[in-house]
């Protein structure tokens, strides 16, 4: 099995940064991508960022997030500057990769972590 295990997530202030971590463990054997969604009431689903080497961004994110990856400790971050309410949503950390005992790669989900941004 895979787990991934979010953090960082909490209440901040319009125009204030957070720092989402997700560190993935278990019985991984190959690591394809690793990134984030995340989702507001009443909206589906959206990609946040995502990298398998190569980094991609939403549009609405762009200039604003940055993600890292380290692959020593398969954990991926997220920094999150110039928040504005509308990011408020719970984030989701991705993983598409191979468990042992699997012979094709399977997409694994967090928990969530709660992001709200108020006054």
């Known amino acids: 099995q895979v787990q991934l295990v979010e953090s960082g997530g909490g209440l901040v202030q319009p125009g204030g940064s957070l720092t989402l971590s997700c560190a993935a463990s278990?019985?991984?054997?190959?690591?394809?991508?690793m990134g984030w969604y995340r989702q507001a009431p009443g909206k589906q689903r959206e990609l946040v960022a995502t990298?398998?080497?190569?980094?991609r961004y939403a549009d609405f994110v762009k200039r604003r997030f940055t993600l890292s990856r380290d692959n020593a400790k398969n954990t991926v971050y997220l920094r999150m500057n110039s928040l504005r309410p509308e990011d408020t949503a719970v984030y989701y950390c991705?993983?598409?990769?191979?468990?042992?005992?699997?012979?094709?790669?399977?997409?694994?989900w967090g928990q969530g972590t709660q992001v709200t941004v108020s006054s």
């Open positions: 990298s398998d080497g190569n980094i």
């Open positions: 278990g019985s991984i054997i190959r690591i394809n991508a």
């Open positions: 991705n993983l598409l990769g191979t468990a042992y005992g699997l012979r094709a790669p399977n997409n694994y």
